[in-house]
């Protein structure tokens, strides 16, 4: 698989639609390291923003950490704006 030069808008669509595929809304949580380590390895540059990026989801409201930041998951109180982010991008 080629590595790919994404925005940080792109990578935020990807996480979020790939939680929302797996179904993970609220209760249902994914290793936020084995995120970062997804999505980083597919990444052209540098994969150290994808953390950031999934911070500043958080700061927003759009995922929810648990365990101090260990796991996420969608924010189901803000399913609308996420379907809308994922739809931009697909």
Same mark, same amino acid.
């Given at each position: 698989?080629?590595k ?10 990807t996480?979020?639609? +790939?939680?929302a595929?797996? $179904? =993970?809304?609220?209760?249902?949580y994914?290793?936020?390291?084995s995120?970062?380590?997804? #999505? !980083? ?9 994808? +953390?950031?990026?999934?911070? $500043? =989801?958080?700061?927003?409201?759009l ?8 796991v #996420? !998951?969608?924010n189901p ?12 991008l697909?």
């Amino acid at each position: 698989m080629s590595k790919k030069d994404l925005t940080d808008k792109e990578i935020e669509a990807t996480i979020l639609d +790939k939680l929302a595929r797996k $179904d =993970m809304w609220s209760g249902t949580y994914r290793p936020t390291d084995s995120m970062i380590k997804w #999505i !980083s390895n597919r990444l052209k540059h540098n994969g150290r923003r994808v +953390k950031i990026i999934i911070d $500043d =989801m958080s700061k927003r409201g759009l995922i929810l950490f648990k365990k101090s930041g260990a796991v #996420i !998951s969608l924010n189901p109180q803000k399913r609308e704006e996420i379907l809308r982010i994922i739809g931009e991008l697909y």
